[in-house]
């Protein structure tokens, strides 16, 4: 990714509060799902795992606090200062580190991770020689038999928000929907954060054969919130312990449906290093 490229992506984050966004709204699906797929395969405590692309440090301060050694990069100082300040009010489960950095080049030795979170990455490189140079990266560090979480917004994403929040009939809006129901290079030059950032939307088999060609086995690939972040009054909804735990349950039961993987905000690859496997090239 060219650095000119990066900017409007550093400049969304600096004026965007990342720290606070996955505690509000239907983000808490994706939270809460996020959480429930990396526990669902992740090795016992004290494991290690880079969080790389960890913005404010959500998910690397909550394994800490199961017990993990966790170390978080992020391309955006301000996040890696919120990471360090959650880390602190947490004493007794601190990172292991908190550096700003970049997923396609991980400042970690060779075969030294047991996980790789990459939670932001694979969508905010838009040029796929980048995502594989990121997705080889997390090969490179994770020892044999090592997992790798790779988050990825589908292609049909903003389609879907739009109609469902209320901004499809913008005519500003409407070039960026069309772009990206084209060919997935999300755009947004109107200066409306509600529109987002530059970032690449996937296909399904587009993100499975992205961590094939980086030598993965893919173990899953499945919808993070399904159709679920669509629920109208969601806030009430989550707000209620029972409706909320029958709205998991369903998307649990739907998650790996072919046909759910579109209707999805971010769907979730997840895939392992094999046993005495090298490095490709």
């Known amino acids: 990714m060219r650095e000119n490229a990066v900017q409007p992506i550093l400049g969304f984050y600096d004026n965007a509060d990342e720290a606070s966004r996955l505690h509000t709204g239907w983000f808490q699906l ?9 526990l669902r395969h992740l090795p016992p405590a004290p494991a290690t795992i880079i969080d790389a692309g960890g913005g404010a440090g959500v998910y690397a301060c909550w394994l800490a ?12 100082a301000k996040h890696v200062e ?13 990172l292991a580190s908190a550096e700003i950095g970049d997923a396609r080049s991980l400042p970690h030795a060779d075969s030294s991770a047991d996980a790789v979170l990459l939670l932001g990455p694979l969508y905010h490189l838009v040029e796929r020689e980048d995502r ?3 997705l080889r990266e997390a090969h490179r560090v994770l020892r044999s038999g090592g997992l790798l979480w790779a988050a990825a917004i589908s292609r049909f994403a903003s389609l879907l928000d739009s109609l469902s929040h209320g901004f499809f ?3 500003a809006f409407a070039p960026i929907l069309a772009r990206d129901l084209e060919d997935g290079q999300h755009r947004n030059p109107t200066g409306n954060p509600v529109y987002f950032t530059d970032a690449y939307f996937h296909r399904p088999g587009e993100l499975s054969r992205e961590m094939l060609a980086a030598a993965f086995h893919v173990m899953e690939i499945v919808a993070i919130e399904g159709p679920g972040w669509l629920a109208r009054d969601f806030d009430k909804l989550w707000s209620d312990p029972a409706q909320r735990e029958r ?19 971010h769907i979730m690859a997840i895939g392992q290093k094999g046993i005495g496997q090298k490095q490709p090239r």
């Open 82 to 94: 919120q990471a360090r300040a959650a880390s602190a009010r947490q004493p007794n489960h601190l």
């Open 247 to 265: 709205l998991l349950a369903a998307l649990r039961k739907v998650e790996r449906e072919p046909s759910i993987l579109g209707a999805t905000s």
């Open 169 to 171: 009939d913008d005519p």
């Open 30 to 38: 994706e939270r809460a799902r996020t959480q429930e797929l990396i």
């Open 65 to 76: 606090t199961l017990g993990y050694q966790v170390h978080l990069l992020d391309p955006v």
């Open 132 to 134: 594989l140079a990121c």
